[in-house]
T-cell receptor
Framework: EIVLTQSPATLSLSPGGRATLSCRAS??????LAWYQQKPGQAPRLLIYDAFNRATGIPDRFSASGSGTDFTLTISSLEPEDSAVYYC???????????FGQGTKVEIK | QVQLVQSGAVLKRPGSSVKVSCEAS????????ISWVRQAPGQGLEWMGG????????NYARRFQGRVTITADRSTNTAYMILNNLKSGDTAVYYC??????GGRGTLVTVSS
């Protein structure tokens, strides 16, 4: 199974700043990578699909790039509401298993 | 966007089985993979497996193979996840997703004697 490694584990930033989150796959997932945001007590919310496409209703402060094994999620002009845990997920090649990264916690103070 | 409604919270004994349902509205049920994802208290997301209803094609994470079964009832637009031989470590919130979208707040399964 493909292992996704996210870094850093935690980011503490100020409002108005920029967050850069990394997701590295143990083997190529092409561009079959999604990013999710999860706040306490809530279901994960899709931000990005297929490596760089923003989901409906997601502000353009959220952008993503990458292909193969290295991916990045960037959140610019950070707002307090962006405090959450962010997960990447690969969906390469059904019926092979899909997997999540372990998450990056973003704190906005 | 599809709407997903899951069954309610349950308490189960170790060694028993649990069946969680996920009813989808709209006409996308058949087209997209229904996945089951769980989250233990304070932990991250864990993909368990999924099914593509139109093909009845199942796919399971290695650590759950043999212990989980995922099915889809096309007549009622409902997917099911059955997890057998429950352990305390299976205590978690279980989510279903259709395509990229997750349903509600999930289903809390508590395994305790």
């Amino acid at each position: 199974e493909i292992v996704l490694t996210q870094s850093p584990a935690t980011l503490s930033l100020s409002p108005g700043g920029r967050a850069t989150l990394s997701c590295r796959a143990s083997q190529s997932v092409n561009t079959y990578l999604a990013w999710y945001q999860q706040k306490p007590g809530q279901a994960p919310r899709l931000l990005i699909y297929d490596a760089f496409n923003r989901a409906t209703g997601i502000p353009d402060r959220f952008s993503a790039s990458g292909s193969g094994t290295d991916f990045t999620l960037t959140i610019s002009s950070l707002e307090p509401e962006d405090s959450a845990v962010y997960y990447c997920q690969q969906r390469n090649d059904w019926p092979h298993a899909w997997t999540f990264g372990q998450g990056t916690k973003v704190e906005i103070k | 966007q599809v709407q997903l409604v899951q069954s309610g919270a349950v308490l189960k004994r170790p060694g028993s089985s649990v069946k969680v349902s996920c009813e989808a509205s709209g006409d996308t049920f058949m087209k997209y993979a229904i996945s089951w994802v769980r989250q233990a208290p304070g932990q991250g997301l864990e993909w368990m497996g999924g099914i593509v209803p139109i093909y009845e094609s199942e796919n399971y994470a290695r650590r759950f193979q043999g212990r989980v079964t995922i099915t889809a009832d096309r007549s009622t637009n409902t997917a099911y996840m059955i997890l057998n031989n429950l352990k305390s470590g299976d205590t978690a919130v279980y989510y279903c997703s259709s395509g990229f979208y997750f349903g509600g707040r999930g289903t809390l399964v508590t395994v305790s004697s």
